[in-house]
């Protein structure tokens, strides 16, 4: 079973003499419980039978030097084993009721704690038990609380050593037999000759110590011993005589006796337990010994009746049995535990402790004892563990009363009891241990893991973040294929994340990942052209808050790939506070502060630290990850393969909402040219005392935006449904109205003239009207203001979405206005001017070559339907597919869109080249009267730029403001939206409808009314999606004039 997804009721870390008892009781109550230990499984051939053998199993730091030797692995290096040689590093309180970290993992088992190995592997249990040792089980507390788990400010303090110190006598000629026996005397010595177990006699001294005797194994390195100790007495040549003394025990002959003397006692119970963060390594500094005097003067005195020469450290307790660290106590302000083991939570107002905390080991014990703490230890586990066991039991009870599966519980799993254990296993199999070794490295030698370490601004704040990876989440071995349309046949581009985030901004502390996905190869069903490379990371700071960080790089065939490099290597990414949800806080409240952190950034993998990325790989399946990489990076950028086509018999039906009715009215402009306008009634004009005025809507070019019968919530419902009449200008542009010679000054000039004064002949004469526009309509309502066809006075309040009075466009939308590709396609056209967007058989070469040619423009998505890359090749992207349904996207391109006039893009383009709006022939005859401007206004943009970028509302909200300052004027950047997505995609009446309906009201009922929605502030500069600088505009110019050769030698 992978780890991860291992869970059981209780994991007890640890086999001393606290772990072992309490998971003793546990297995007898009959929990399932999984033992974990740090150290091997010895037996007795593993022990070392010489000097260099047990400095070969040893390790020994110099932390001044930054030196050491010995070896990395037996006792000290964790492995892979669930059960031996697995070190804990932290622990993680689950989320409760927390959807936005629940949904990060699909084999999360929801229990209540997760126990970590490194920052990938962890098993699951609902009960933890600390009892790793005093240091292992503080260490693990302080990364814990590292990760947000709230403990007692009082953890490492009262440390102890039990008033221990180790002293060795050597060269004495008393009978001690104190040395131990290698193999060979072993068999030669009698049994009543032998020495005897490790401790042989006792003192107890009146002044409030205790001094053993002890036996050292024949493979101890005595004289290492004594070189490491700096205090020898008497006083003289005692190295030397050591040295001789060890040379007489080499060759066999008659040695002197030697002896160790364990000393405990008392000590002042005042040491402290500190975490290095740089190193994460244990620090401590050791209790006060006021009896270390005393202890060496009756050393001394045993020294002298004994004979020989007694060494012994000067400036340190030496200590086997060490205490203290979490003390058990009656409150947090005293200690780290309460009196049954349960770890105490400081997060709230009132001191509680964490359900299914426990820590039951020496560390507990707030004092020394005075001797060997093993029955005291072993007394307290049991004392411990009968509440833990009744507190497993009444908690399995409540389980299985309710009967389901609710967040943070889980029903018991009966097949739990027979998951191996050191404890469950009655008769413990060494070979079946190996088996289960064996199956758990080939499962982890089909992973692979690398280091990604990214770096750049989020929120515009410096951020870094050190990911380990592992990709192969299934455990399958991918095989290679040439389909790669179908994600889950590919483990191995998904996978798990760990490691930590640095962001000084939010925490001065790392930020580590407690929960992270990847998957290389997300797809989009909307956009199957685009590959995305998804991250999901859950991170936690110390101060108990989570966060989300989620990331994307996003990678589509744009202008020949020539960002494929870019994009690889770019993480576009959100950073979010998390909502804490749990049982003292069950509606989900936070800190206003984290609540209200909603940051968007790039993160970047840098040319070198790639290089770095691809050395750090490890795996067997590595070079077959790297293949399959390659290979949808390929299909993305090469051969623009969809990589997950939409299915050919999926189809769209209507909304089943009923439509509100309405009445289409024909109308005759200025001009004598047909139109017409729709209009939804509402008879509730008055509402809560405020007068309601008609609203008019104008569209984009050709394209509806505001009245979308397939979709559940669209503007003219949202509006109607306030209690405003609603009306949609369908002019010139449109295709039922197509004109086949018009201008978009006739727009201003005739068509909404035309409209106002039928909505006046409805309403009055001196009725105001809302007007929201779109794109061209936003254009043409300026058209009508400024240049004098349209009173200001007739107008309530003015929104406008991604158009004003000027009219700025994104770099590649800049390079295909200023190319003479229009002049081309209109002398081509000829006459007719309308082309239809579907492949009719009756269409004339010339509606052939100019569409054909027009599919060929780079652009940002390409799409499986044609009509839509006909669009979107004549305007560019239109919309993010990501933001729309897939019946609004069908309705738009097979029912709505049939035809599209090109007759207004000359004067289109001279808007466009010129960056504000201007008469037919390229003057400026409407900037130069703002007093006709006299009304409050609104302007959208999209965060996420298309076509228009977000300083076309920048100039116009600073123009409103300079010119006509008594009115209310507001800007608004609505991220993750591009162009005509802010009226007609999915979140639309979330996001962007409110700021419509806000403005409105507010200018009818004369108050200032600001939404106070998160916003994405734009000062001018930024240019969101869009690619800028002088590469991108000589690609741009090169592929289109290429383009336009082309089609001029094919005419």
């Given at each position: ?6 869970s059981?009721d ?13 998971a003793?009781r546990l ?11 740090k ?8 022990f070392p ?7 070969a199993?040893?390790?020994v730091?110099?932390r ?18 669930v ?8 622990i ?9 970290e629940?949904?990060c ?13 490194d920052?990938l ?11 790793a040792?005093?240091?292992?089980t503080?260490k ?13 400010s ?13 002293a ?21 010595i ?8 490790t ?6 001294s ?7 005797t002890?036996?050292l ?11 490491i100790?700096?205090?020898?007495w008497p006083?003289?040549?005692w ?9 007489k ?5 008659k ?5 160790v003397?364990?000393v ?13 963060k740089?190193r994460?390594?244990?620090r ?8 270390l005097?005393?202890k060496?003067?009756t050393?001394?005195?045993?020294t ?7 060494f ?6 030496t200590s086997v ?16 535990c ?8 400081v ?9 299914g905390?426990?820590?039951c080991?020496?560390?507990l014990?707030?004092?020394s ?7 005291t ?8 563990s009968?509440?833990?066991v009744?507190d ?6 409540r389980v ?11 029903e018991l799993?009966s097949?739990?009891h ?6 469950n296993?009655?008769?413990f199999d ?7 070794r064996?199956?758990q490295?080939a ?11 990214l ?6 704040m410096?951020?870094l ?6 990709m192969?989440?299934?455990h399958k071995i991918a095989?290679?294929?040439?389909d ?11 996978g ?9 901004a939010i925490?001065?502390?790392?930020l580590?990942?407690i ?23 859950v ?7 989570r966060?989300?960080?989620e ?18 290597r ?6 979010k506070?998390?909502t ?5 806080n069950p ?8 609540q209200d ?8 993998l ?42 050919k ?5 209507m909304?089943?909402?009923t ?11 200025g001009?004598?040219y047909?139109i017409?306008?729709?209009q ?13 005025y ?15 019968p397939?979709?559940?919530t669209?503007?003219v419902r949202?509006?109607v449904?306030?209690g405003y ?19 978009i000054e006739d727009?201003g000039?005739f ?13 009055g ?5 809302h007007?929201?526009?779109h ?15 349209v009173?200001?006075a ?33 002398a081509i056209?000829g ?22 040619a ?5 652009r ?9 890359n006909l ?11 990501e ?7 069908q ?13 207004a893009?000359p ?5 466009c ?16 009267h703002p007093?006709?401007?006299a009304v409050?206004?609104?302007?959208v943009?999209?965060g996420?730029t ?5 300083e ?11 010119h ?8 608004v950047?609505i991220?993750?939206f591009g ?5 007609i995609g999915?979140d639309?009446?979330?996001?962007v ?7 409105i ?7 200032t009314?600001e939404?106070k ?7 001018g ?5 869009e ?6 505009y ?18």
């Amino acid at each position: 079973m992978e780890m991860g997804s291992e869970s059981y009721d209780v994991i007890v870390v640890g086999s001393g003499y606290g772990g072992s008892v309490a998971a003793c009781r546990l297995s007898m109550a009959g929990a399932s419980v999984c033992l974990i230990e740090k150290g091997k499984q010895w037996g007795a051939q593993d022990f070392p039978t010489n000097s260099f053998n047990i400095l070969a199993a040893s390790k020994v730091e110099f932390r001044k030097w930054g030196l050491g030797f010995g070896s990395d692995k037996a006792l000290f290096q964790a492995g892979c084993f669930v059960k031996t040689e697995c070190e804990v590093n932290y622990i993680i309180k689950t989320a409760q009721g927390n959807d936005e970290e629940n949904k990060c993992s699909d084999r999360k088992q929801h229990r209540r704690w997760q126990v970590y190995f490194d920052s990938l592997e962890h098993v699951s249990a609902d009960f933890v038990v600390l009892s790793a040792g005093v240091l292992g089980t503080t260490k693990i507390l302080f990364q814990s609380e590292r990760r947000g788990l709230s403990l007692s400010s009082r953890l490492g303090y009262s440390f102890s050593c039990n008033g221990n110190n180790v002293a060795y006598i050597a060269g004495s000629q008393a009978p001690l037999n104190a040395y131990g026996l290698d193999k060979r005397q072993f068999t030669k010595i009698p049994l009543q000759n032998r020495p005897g177990p490790t401790i042989t006699s006792s003192y107890t001294s009146s002044l409030g110590f205790t001094v053993q005797t002890g036996v050292l194994p024949t493979s101890y390195p005595y004289m290492l011993f004594k070189g490491i100790t700096i205090y020898g007495w008497p006083n003289g040549s005692w190295f030397l005589h050591g040295l001789v003394d060890k040379v007489k025990h080499l060759m066999g002959l008659k040695a002197s006796q030697a002896m160790v003397l364990n000393v405990m006692g008392y000590d002042s119970c005042d040491g402290r337990i500190t975490l290095d963060k740089e190193r994460n390594k244990i620090r401590y500094t050791h209790a006060h010994d006021p009896l270390l005097p005393r202890k060496i003067q009756t050393l001394q005195s045993i020294t002298k009746r004994l004979g020989g020469i007694l060494f012994m450290s000067r400036y340190r307790s030496t200590s086997v049995h060490l205490l203290g660290g979490c003390n058990a106590a009656s409150d947090p302000l005293n200690g780290v535990c309460s009196p049954k083991g349960l770890v105490f939570d400081v997060s709230g107002d009132q001191p509680v402790v964490h359900e299914g905390l426990y820590v039951c080991d020496a560390s507990l014990i707030p004092c020394s004892v005075g001797i060997n703490p093993v029955l005291t230890i072993t007394t307290a586990a049991e004392y411990i563990s009968k509440h833990l066991v009744q507190d497993v039991l009444n908690f399995r009870n409540r389980v299985q009363q309710n009967d389901v599966i609710t967040k943070g519980l889980i029903e018991l799993d009966s097949t739990m009891h027979s998951k191996a254990s050191l404890i469950n296993n009655k008769s413990f199999d060494v070979k079946e241990l190996q088996s289960h070794r064996q199956i758990q490295t080939a499962r982890d030698s089909e992973n692979v893991t690398f280091k990604e370490n990214l770096k750049g601004l989020i929120g515009g704040m410096p951020c870094l973040a050190y990911l380990v990876v592992k990709m192969n989440l299934g455990h399958k071995i991918a095989l290679s294929k040439n389909d790669i349309n179908k994600r889950d046949e590919h483990p191995l581009l998904k996978g798990k994340v760990g490691g930590h985030v640095v962001f000084q901004a939010i925490n001065n502390e790392p930020l580590y990942i407690i929960d992270g996905e990847v998957d290389m190869l997300a797809i989009n069903d909307r956009t199957p052209y685009t590959q995305y490379m998804h991250y999901r990371l859950v991170l936690a700071s110390v101060s108990g808050s989570r966060y989300l960080l989620e990331g994307k790089k996003v990678m589509n065939r744009y202008i020949l790939a020539a960002y494929a490099w870019q994009e690889s290597r770019t993480l576009r990414v959100s950073f979010k506070g998390l909502t804490k949800k749990d049982d003292k806080n069950p509606k989900g409240c936070q800190d206003h502060d984290q609540q209200d952190i909603d940051l968007k950034g790039e993160l970047q993998l840098s040319a070198f630290e790639l290089l770095k990325t691809l050395i750090s790989m490890r795996g067997n399946q590595k070079r077959q990850f790297v293949c399959l990489l390659l290979q949808s990076l390929w299909r993305t950028y090469i051969t623009q393969i969809p990589l997950e086509a939409e299915p050919k018999c999926r189809s769209f039906d209507m909304n089943n909402k009923t439509y509100p009715p309405s009445i289409l009215y024909e109308l005759k402009t200025g001009d004598e040219y047909l139109i017409s306008c729709q209009q939804w009634r509402n008879l509730n004009t008055w509402k809560s005392g405020v007068q309601r005025y008609p609203v008019l809507l104008l569209n984009g070019h050709s394209a509806e935006s505001f009245c979308l019968p397939t979709e559940p919530t669209d503007l003219v419902r949202t509006l109607v449904e306030q209690g405003y009449q609603t009306w949609v200008l369908q002019s010139r542009v449109h295709p039922q109205h197509a004109s086949n010679n018009f201008t978009i000054e006739d727009i201003g000039k005739f068509d909404i003239p035309a409209v106002i004064t039928k909505i006046q002949e409805l309403h009055g004469l001196n009725s105001k009207i809302h007007v929201i526009a779109h794109c061209i309509g936003g254009l043409s309502i300026h058209i009508a203001l400024l240049g004098g066809h349209v009173s200001a006075a007739h107008i309530a309040s003015l929104s406008c979405v991604n158009s004003s009075m000027f009219f700025k466009l994104t770099t590649s939308a800049l390079v295909k206005m200023r190319l003479p590709l229009i002049q081309m396609n209109m002398a081509i056209l000829g006459k007719n001017k309308i082309i239809s967007m579907f492949e009719e058989p009756d269409d004339s070469f010339r509606h052939w070559l100019v569409k054909s040619a027009t599919r060929l423009i780079p652009r940002h998505e390409c799409c499986t339907l044609s009509e839509c890359n006909l669009f979107s090749g004549i305007f560019g992207n239109a919309f993010w597919h990501e933001n729309v349904s897939y019946s609004i996207h069908q309705w738009l391109n097979k029912q709505n869109v049939t035809k599209l006039p090109l007759s207004a893009f000359p004067h289109l383009q001279k808007i466009c080249t010129s960056g504000f709006i201007v008469d037919p022939k390229g003057r400026n005859k409407y900037l130069i009267h703002p007093e006709r401007m006299a009304v409050p206004t609104l302007y959208v943009s999209g965060g996420r730029t298309l076509l228009v970028t977000p300083e076309t509302t920048f100039l116009a909200h600073k123009y409103m403001k300079l010119h006509q300052p008594k009115f209310k004027h507001k800007r608004v950047v609505i991220d993750g939206f591009g162009h005509s997505d802010l009226l007609i995609g999915e979140d639309a009446h979330k996001k962007v409808f409110p700021h419509f309906l806000s403005h409105i009201r507010s200018v009818e009922e004369g108050v200032t009314m600001e939404r106070k929605d998160s916003l994405l502030l734009w000062d001018g500069t930024h240019d969101g999606d869009e690619r800028l600088g002088a590469v991108n505009y000589f690609l741009c110019l090169m592929m289109l004039l290429v383009l336009a050769i082309l089609v001029f030698l094919m005419f």
